[in-house]
């Protein structure tokens, strides 16, 4: 234990007269300095007493957390970026400030980074994968958005897998939005300069696509969508990655059973906030049918036939 003795309440109480002797050293000692530290207690079997050259002894540091560690080297980090304020006194003599801060600098060149890769942009994308504490995680990004800010990187994006979604708030409060989602991760973005940015925004369209199928005979094929009593095309959604004339050939054999053979677009739209918000846009596409057995597919089509084109 250490005790820092302060000015006394009352002068006039604890103030030696000039011919009053000190009871022993330590008495007078702590009334003329009224602040010095106490070391703590020697044994007198085993030591001798301190003497005034004698050095004050070093207790043992206990064991440091690494979390509390890495905390307290970010704040380091950002008092060496901001520069410390000249205010800032050191609390012993025996301590060299430039020093010190040398010590401070080397120690934040060790601390762990967020592993990342450049973007074609000048940017940076990180992607977690390890599980990760959210405590050390706010201390490692924001020592790694520092180093960003140094490098000149402007974009950041996090690509977090659904199984560490608990870092999701970390990475708002430092700035970072929702790009977009998809089953298995949450893309988030943080613009480092500020104010308006050129990231490309999420998708903005839904597409798809109708089929058109005619015979030799002038003959179309079309279904009853389930629970509207209308006669339709076969429709749907391109998937990821699909191109438009194969999604057409996959709408009609999932809704018919029949193959077909992709010809041609006939015509396009599109609309605006038809789908979450989306716009759509919708290709008419013509196929020639390969094979000619209906079945209608029982979970959309309540019903399937082969009929002339110009009958209703």
Partial sequence: MVLILG?????????????????????????????????????????????ADEPEPVLPHPPV??????????????????????????????VNPPAAMEQVAATMEQVKLLTSVNDQHGGVIVELSEPIDSGIFASMLRISISEWRKLGKKGVWIKLPIELCSLVEV??????????????????????????????????????VGAFVMNEKREENSGIFRGTGIWKFPTGVVEEGEDLCT?????VKEETAIDA????????????????????????????????????????????????????
């Fill in 261 to 312: 053979e992709f010809m041609e677009i006939l015509a396009f739209r599109q609309t605006h906030k038809a789908y979450f918000e989306k716009s759509d846009l919708f290709f008419l596409c013509m196929l020639r049918p390969i094979s000619f057995d209906v079945q209608r597919q029982e979970a959309e089509i309540e019903a399937a036939k082969v009929k002339p084109f110009y009958q209703n």
């Fill in 171 to 208: 990475a708002v409060k430092e700035g970072f939005w929702y790009h977009h989602a998809e089953p298995t991760y949450l893309m988030l973005v943080s613009w480092l300069p500020g104010g308006a940015h050129p990231l490309p925004p999420n998708a903005s369209h839904r597409v798809g």
């Fill in 7 to 51: 000015p006394p309440t009352n002068p006039k109480k604890h103030t030696l007269k000039s011919n009053d002797e000190p009871q022993n050293q330590t008495t007078a000692k702590l009334t003329t300095h009224r602040c010095r530290i106490l070391s703590p207690p020697r044994c007198p079997r085993h030591q001798k007493p301190p003497t």
């Fill in 65 to 94: 957390d690494p979390t509390l560690k890495l905390a307290s080297a970010v704040l380091l980090r950002q008092a060496l970026d901001h520069h410390v304020s000249p205010n800032v006194r050191c609390l012993s003599n025996s």
């Fill in 247 to 251: 999604a057409a050939v996959r709408e």
